[in-house]
């Protein structure tokens, strides 16, 4: 795993009487394990990353995410997620990082793999997706966490992506 990131940025400005999530993983509130794909593939020998808008808030682009299922694995549910929310099929690459948010009275802590594209599948899920470079990803993922965790694995990526096409 290349890193771990605690505390979402989003999340982490609390106002009077509000819980971090660190407390409240410790004070017993429910904690929600999710795992979610930063699908790469390449398009005329240059790296693409697929971001979709969040079911919940439309006007917020994420990387496909979502519970883990009763004896699944974290990278069989990020890889499941890619499919039903993206159409996308593909393979697990490596497992990259942690990021956690709280929403209402839950933490929920998201194990992120890098999968590489292997073709499209039917969507079970009506969600806007784009492929698009690094830059432009950056610029659309909403969250400052999902931000930096694509920062930290663009190194990694394309490392694997250049073995590929050498």
Same mark, same amino acid.
């Given at each position: ?49 697929? *971001? ?19 004896? =699944? ?7 499941? +997620? ?28 998201? +194990? ?26 950056? =610029? ?12 930290? *694995? ?5 490392? *694997?992506? =250049?073995?590929?096409?050498?």
């Amino acid at each position: 795993m290349l890193g771990v990131r605690h505390l979402a940025p989003h999340t982490s400005h609390l106002t009077p009487g509000e819980v971090s999530p660190r407390q409240r993983w410790r004070i017993g509130l429910t904690h929600i394990r999710q795992a979610g794909a930063i699908a790469v593939k390449t398009v005329d020998r240059k790296v693409q990353i697929l *971001v979709v808008r969040a079911k919940q808030h439309p006007d917020h682009w994420i990387f496909p995410k979502g519970h883990i299922e009763p004896r =699944e694995s974290a990278d069989a549910a990020a890889v499941r +997620e890619l499919e039903e929310e993206a159409g996308v099929r593909g393979t697990m690459i490596a497992a990259v990082g942690v990021l956690e948010f709280s929403v209402k009275d839950a933490v929920v802590q998201v +194990e992120y793999f890098v999968v590489k594209y292997e073709c499209d599948v039917p969507r079970q899920e009506d969600r806007e997706i784009r492929w698009c470079s690094y830059d432009r990803a950056l =610029e659309l993922l909403t969250f400052p966490d999902s931000k930096a965790l694509l920062r930290e *694995v663009r190194a990694r990526i394309e490392q *694997v992506f =250049e073995r590929t096409h050498r």
